[in-house]
């Protein structure tokens, strides 16, 4: 197991030794170190585990070019040299695991994510890198106006400008409106 001693890595260890101490119980192992089964079941789950991160990073990576292009790419290129580390977790878990789920469309997704991040009020600089992705996926202008208008009712006003401010500048760095 990597010596992982960020929050992440430490939340992920200690699971990971959790699930070995049930799945130890199961084995009926009155220790660790005394189960054979018990620690070839570990070994393999975690080449298992080594081996899905890998997928998880390829399959984010492709679906974050798909969706974000150089505006995504930008987004973990400026996390290199700070916080690489939250550039890798940022490809792996919601482009590697939830974006490349099955059951909703990357359009219906990018319209869920414009609502929270609009609603949010406070997260300016990825909802523009989501206006642009859902532009990159088929939304048109007016029905990213639409999804703003929609979060005024349940997120207020003052989140629903600040989301139109958001628009407005993706749209003109796109040629979509003249500002």
């Known amino acids: 197991m990597e010596n992982d001693e960020t929050p992440v890595g430490i939340k992920r260890r200690d699971f990971i030794i959790s699930s070995f101490i049930l799945s130890a119980a199961s084995f009926g192992c009155l220790s660790l170190t005394s189960c054979q089964a018990f620690s070839d079941w570990a070994v393999a789950e975690e080449l298992t585990m080594s081996a899905d991160r890998n997928d998880r990073f390829e399959r984010g990576w492709k679906k974050l070019k798909e969706i974000d292009g150089d505006a995504g790419e930008k987004v973990i290129e400026a996390l290199k040299d700070i916080a690489p580390d939250l550039g890798r977790y940022t490809i792996e878990y919601p482009f590697g695991d939830v974006y490349s789920r099955e059951g909703l469309d990357v359009k219906s997704r990018e319209i869920a994510t414009v609502a929270a991040l609009a609603a949010m009020g406070n997260a ?34 003052p989140a629903a400008l600040n989301a139109a401010a958001a628009a407005k500048a993706v749209f003109s760095e796109r040629g979509i409106i003249n500002v």
Do not use: D, R, T, W
């Open 124 to 157: 300016q600089p990825q909802l523009k890198v989501h206006i642009g992705a859902a532009l990159n996926v088929g939304c048109s202008a007016q029905e990213i106006v639409e999804i703003i208008i929609q979060m005024s009712v349940y997120a207020g006003f």
